[in-house]
């Protein structure tokens, strides 16, 4: 399934995409797409039913906002220097570890919206990533298997950085990584039944037409399931957290000088393979 959710910011309401690629209002079934939905294979079981039946009412996609796909966000955990290419192309060591960080949840807007430009920027860049968004409690797992299970499907996330914020001003990584509007996600999530092998997705990224990045995710250092068996080591991960899986070569600031970073007025378009596109226009804060 796809699911997804529309509307105005803080008043999106559920929707899933039809066989047909219609847009289908999920609010007469469940009050949100959000942790709680994801962990009922009840109420999923109805959704899939109802889609099936084509007995929803439709929506009329047209000037309609797209939010983010998943509400009430625990946490979004990430995952650094991720694809052996990005590494290299930033002059770091190849990970023996996946290295963790965090992005708060309110920096999540949805795919098609504004993403500002922080006061004081000078090296603002993109990164397309694969998002895992999880479906069971997970703590300590043992297995790919078990990790499998926990994962209610993916999304498209953006992991804008400001490289001057995270690198040059002290401390971790958490300075550039926080902005308001630095981690725009969707457009759907797409349940975890469609998407069989996640190492086998291509990431695009086009800044104003040029296409800067074209990765996949068979180069990943840590594999999806791994990260999730990994990351369940050290913290309890509950049905809606999400994780960011890094992104692949083809960043700013992986580029010889003068590295062309984002600027307010830029349109940055993502994309991972069956799991739509993204769009966002730069504009000051």
Known sequence: MKLLRVGPAGAERPAALDGAGLLRDLSGLVPDVDGALLADDAALARIREALAARELPELDPAGLRVGAPVAGIGKIVCIGLNYRDHAEETGQPIP??????????????????????????????????????????????????????????????????????????????????????????????????????????????????????????????????EVVRYLSQFMVLRPGDVINTGTPAGVANGQPEPKPFLRAGDVVELQVDGLGRQRAELKPA
Request: net charge negative; glycine share 8%.
């Open 96 to 225: 023996e570890e996946p290295l963790v960080f965090m992005k708060a949840p309110d920096t999540v807007v949805g795919p098609r919206d504004t993403v500002l430009v922080p006061r004081g920027a000078r090296k603002l860049d993109w990164e397309v990533e694969l998002a895992v968004v999880i479906g069971r409690t997970a703590r300590y797992l043992d297995s790919a298997e078990q990790a499998r299970a926990a994962i209610a499907g993916y999304t498209i996330t953006h992991d804008v950085s400001e490289r001057a914020f995270m690198l040059e001003r002290g401390g971790q990584w958490d300075k550039g990584k926080n902005c308001e509007t630095f981690n725009p996600m969707g457009p759907y999530l797409v349940t975890s039944d469609e998407v069989p092998d996640p190492q086998a997705l291509g990431l695009r990224t086009w800044v104003n037409g040029e296409l800067r990045q074209d990765g996949s995710t068979a180069d990943q250092i840590f594999p999806v399931l």
